[in-house]
């Protein structure tokens, strides 16, 4: 791999070189964490996870051939190199730092509370019409993964897009010093992991770090619909560049026309006055913003405006993204890989287009902090509000969804019955027609599920990445 020999690396994460000095020039040709994943010549970086001390699995990747061995723990005396760090986390963000910076490519670095990777996703999209680009594959946006897709990166690749999730105050600042991007990209400010950050003003103080890091003259990208990142002023000396619905923005959009779940026909509007018709093929309006901010990267890095719209309009599906999944029974919104509520009511509206009965499967959405009650309450009422015809709420908090979603005053003020065999004819219907039900566990739901789900019906499924809702979306599937 470009740069990292043994020298180079032991340097970068200010390590302790043990070994035979006559490998120090020798360059290793992969970097891993996952001892399962060694192969001949790679590097072992040896970060323990919470259960696991990956040092015990170190024999296993000497065996399989590994360069060399990147250690907190002091080894003693060994027939194979290693380098003493004095934390193997902090050197595995050194070491993609030194890798990152040997490559002369734009970075596009891309964080907010929500719709990061769908974000990405459009981004990509759009800027591979006209370059080769490499990107961070499905969620790998935290201090581990981020080094991981860095060390994806190659000679061929002209882009990269990078994405950077935090739940901590001082996260972000180690991502973006070793992501360095040229442009940032801010989805938006919404309430996730308030447990950790406490307000949105803490999420956005903490978001915001990215565009510390930004390369002088870089480019600034944000949601000008979101009314904390609006109010941003210029950073290092740099104006930022807003994207929304909002005329005020200098991408916006305008003559928006739902096509159901085959997505939302728009105008784009250019700065240079210069429009774009197309059809973004996702459903939602969060789907335009999207397309909005790949106009706004392509724009700034010299795509044509048919190459923009060639690029929104090829926009693959993911699974657990925005996924529309069409059976002989069912139509099935799988948006399950993740939840808070500003992703969850946006999934909502989505789920408002469809044609036929609506139902919408949601679990529970993590690190609310004290106010988890209240927000799961919040998003049932939007969904009773919405006309969604039947919400599933599953899990302790499913059951504060399923409350607001029945009309209650509150969480936890009326009497709402478990859903199970013998309890369909006591469902709980709000003023608006919306019929709820409570399921304690995932097992409960699926045994109900053939007498709760009709053919026709169009179901929505999310809740955060813990609840492990693929699990639903496979045996809806095979109703």
Known sequence: MKNLTLENITTACRGTYHGDP?????????????????????LFVAIDGEKVNAHKFIPDTIEKGALCVVSHEDLGETDYPYILVESTGQALLDIAKLYRDSFDVKVVGITGSAGKTSTKEMIASVLAQKYNVHKTLGNFNNEWGLPITIFE??????????????????????????????????????????????????IFQEKSQMIQDMKNGGTIILNGDDDLLSRMGPVKGVDPVFFGISRDCEFYASDLASAGLKGTACTLHLPSGEDI??????????????????????????????????????????????????????????????????????????????????????????????????????????????????????????????????????????????????????????????KALWFETKEDFLSAMKDIIHKGDNVLVKASHGMNFPDLVEALKHL
Do not use: W
Not at 22 to 42: H, M, Q, T, W, Y
Not at 166 to 186: K, Q, T, W, Y
């Open 277 to 434: 018709r197309c059809l973004v093929p996702l459903p939602g309006i969060h789907m335009v913003s999207n397309a909005l901010a790949g106009a706004a990267v392509g724009y700034s890095l010299g795509l044509t405006p048919e190459e923009i719209k060639r690029g929104i309009e090829n926009l693959p599906s993911i699974p657990g993204r925005n996924h529309i999944i069409s059976t002989d029974k069912l139509v099935i919104l799988d948006d399950c890989y993740n939840a808070n509520p500003i992703s969850t009511n946006a999934a909502i509206d989505v789920l408002t287009m469809a044609i036929g009965r609506k139902v919408a499967v949601l679990g529970t959405m993590g690190e609310l902090g004290s106010d988890e009650e209240q927000l799961h309450f919040n998003t049932g009422v939007y969904a009773a509000k919405q006309g969604i015809d039947l919400v599933c709420g599953i899990g302790r908090l499913g059951r504060a969804i399923a409350e607001g979603a029945s009309g209650f005053d509150s969480p936890g003020t009326g009497s709402l019955v478990s859903g199970s065999s013998d309890s369909y004819s006591s469902e709980l219907t709000d003023s608006a027609g919306t």
């Open 22 to 42: 006559l490998k120090l020039p020798v360059e290793a040709e992969g970097v891993v964490i996952d001892s399962r994943k060694v192969e001949k010549n790679f």
């Open 153 to 202: 990166m190659n000679d061929s690749h002209e882009i990269a897009i990078l994405e950077m999730g935090v739940n901590h105050f001082g996260e972000m600042r180690r991502l973006s010093s070793v992501a360095s991007p040229d442009i940032c990209v801010i989805t938006n400010i919404g309430v996730a992991h308030l447990e950790f950050f406490k307000t949105r003003e803490g």
